[in-house]
């Protein structure tokens, strides 16, 4: 089945830092998606994209959809302590299932 | 604003028992999925739903069966719970399937389930 490689596993920085997590796959997506998840919670979707190419921005969070189709990164610009959780990728191919990243633990020292 | 609610929360089982865990959604959606999510894994689906009255095998199918006999509903049976079903479970919906426009899944808070 499909892989992705989701790095770094766990972050610890500053308040205030840039943060920076992406995400790697075998084969070709057609959809990559970024969720967050707080303890005792489901995850909760940031940035969907759709299209190779594409740079899209919720606030603080930009996301890339990488031009191979096999990755993508998402960028936190000036963290604050809400911004701890884990932050998951995810991607769909041809079979329209969602395939998770192992997710990345961010930790905001203040 | 419900969205997609999980029941129960929480659960302990021995090895053996039975049990089934509810999901609804009031979002009026067509797609239903049921994930299992280990520590240090992302998550895994299990089975999903593409409409009522279908079901569908994920990723990890085995020692589960499903149910969708309203649109509204998605119930993840164990029918003999093992300590490998340890885990905490989500369910989700999509109004399409994943990757078809701007549709994504929405999930539920998840129901923490032990099997000792």
């Known amino acids: 089945g499909q892989q992705l490689n989701q790095s770094p596993q766990s972050m610890f920085i500053q308040e205030g830092e840039d943060v920076s997590m992406n995400c790697t796959s075998s084969?070709?997506?057609?959809?990559w998606l970024w969720y967050k998840q707080d303890p005792g919670e489901g995850p909760v979707l940031l940035i969907a994209?759709?299209?190779?190419?594409e740079l899209t921005s919720n606030g603080r969070l930009t996301a890339q959809f990488g031009i191979t189709r096999k990755d993508s990164f998402l960028n936190i610009s000036a963290s604050i302590p809400s911004d701890v959780g884990i932050y998951f990728c995810?991607?769909?191919?041809?079979?329209?299932?969602?395939?998770f990243g192992s997710g990345t633990q961010l930790t905001v020292l203040p | 604003n419900a969205g997609v609610t999980q029941t129960p929360k929480f659960r302990v089982l021995k090895t053996g028992q039975s049990m089934t865990l509810l999901c609804a959604q009031d979002?009026?959606?067509?797609?239903m999925y049921w994930y299992r999510q280990d520590p240090g894994m992302g998550l895994r689906l299990i089975h999903y739903?593409?409409?009522?009255?279908?079901?569908a095998k994920g990723e990890v199918p085995d020692g589960y069966n499903v149910s969708r006999l309203k649109k509204q509903n998605f119930l993840l049976g164990l029918e003999s719970a093992a300590p490998s079903q340890t885990s905490v479970y989500f369910c989700?919906?999509?109004?399409?399937?994943?990757?078809?426009?701007?549709?994504?899944?929405?999930f539920g808070d998840g129901t923490r389930l032990s099997i000792l």
């Open positions: 989700a919906s999509s109004s399409r399937p994943t990757g078809v426009g701007n549709q994504p899944q929405h």
């Open positions: 084969s070709i997506f057609n959809t």
């Open positions: 994209l759709y299209k190779a190419g």
């Open positions: 995810a991607g769909s191919g041809s079979a329209r299932q969602l395939t």
């Open positions: 979002m009026n959606h067509e797609y």
């Open positions: 739903s593409v409409g009522e009255g279908t079901t």
